[in-house]
């Protein structure tokens, strides 16, 4: 395993946890819902032979602690840690590549709209902006539901309807240093899958943005709104090894497939050597 090296940053309303692999240009990788930085392990392990690669707990989850009592979840406020965790790592003058999946996906839109000038290249994977569908008030209703019987019945009855977003599949485990379930149904799912960016804004940074999504999860309903949004832009949508969460269960497949997507960034003068040599 890489060797990696990490801290905590102050933000306002929390401490966000943070680990820092390898040399190279910056990437930092935004897990969605109640993942942590756990889940990016093995994939930053060989991101980390060409890149620095930051990984973090979102505002909430495992060790990123809040300050004050739980409440509801905004994107803004995330996006706001990604962009301080970049300020923080990076060089002055040095854009930063980003992918987000998931939840982590809209941090990823949102921080590209507001910080233009400190992204290279943005990796939307799978972004739950189910606002854009033409169906979506059905979907809105289906999470309203969700969160209902999280209330009344507990988790796992929750976690059941949720795998209407994945084709009916229950959701894999994945490595994490906490159980953010709870949170997650909480005091995220309903604000995030609420959120659509600024379109007139996102139109104005789309040469900084990638639409993807996994190979497995094409006909997924959390697949869609990238389909959406990619052919509102003229583009279509990059797919990646596996589906939904491709990035755990096939790190090395998914971190050549990444390199490769970064190295179209525009005006990118440092293209990143090839990391696809080394394995876990």
């Not at 019987?149 to 894999?172: C, D, F, I, S, Y």
């Not at 589906?243 to 269960?249: K, L, S, T």
């Amino acid at each position: 395993m890489n060797p990696f090296t990490g801290g905590t940053l102050a933000v306002p309303g929390a401490k966000i946890y943070f680990e820092v692999r390898g040399e190279g240009p910056l990437l930092l990788l935004i897990g969605g819902g109640n993942s942590d930085a756990a889940v990016f392990k093995r994939l930053a392990a060989v991101l980390a032979l060409g890149h620095r690669v930051v990984t973090y707990d979102p505002r909430g989850n495992s060790r990123s602690v809040l300050d004050g009592t739980a409440a509801d979840q905004r994107v803004e406020e995330h996006a706001d840690d990604a962009y301080r965790l970049v300020h923080h790592l990076a060089g002055p003058d040095e854009p930063a590549y980003v992918f987000g999946s998931c939840s982590g996906g809209l941090v990823a839109l949102e921080l590209t709209i507001r910080h233009p000038d400190r992204i290279r290249l943005a990796v939307a994977h799978e972004p739950p902006v189910l606002g854009v569908l033409p169906d979506a008030p059905q979907h809105m209703a289906l999470l309203d539901d969700i969160c209902r019987t999280h209330r009344r019945e507990g988790m796992a009855p929750a976690l059941v309807k949720l795998q209407a977003l994945h084709g009916g599949r229950p959701a894999p485990a994945l490595p994490e240093e906490h159980d953010n379930t709870d949170f997650f149904l909480s005091h995220f799912v309903r604000p995030f899958t609420r959120f659509v960016p600024d379109l007139t804004a996102l139109d104005e940074v789309s040469d900084k943005v990638v639409w993807a999504g996994g190979h497995a999860s094409r006909g997924d309903l959390v697949h869609r709104p990238a389909l959406v949004l990619a052919e509102r832009s003229g583009r279509t949508v990059e797919l990646f090894p596996g589906g939904h969460i491709g990035y755990a269960r096939y790190p090395a497949d998914f971190a050549e497939r990444l390199v490769e997507v970064l190295a179209t960034a525009p005006g990118a003068t440092d293209r990143p050597r090839d990391t696809t040599g080394g394995g876990l």
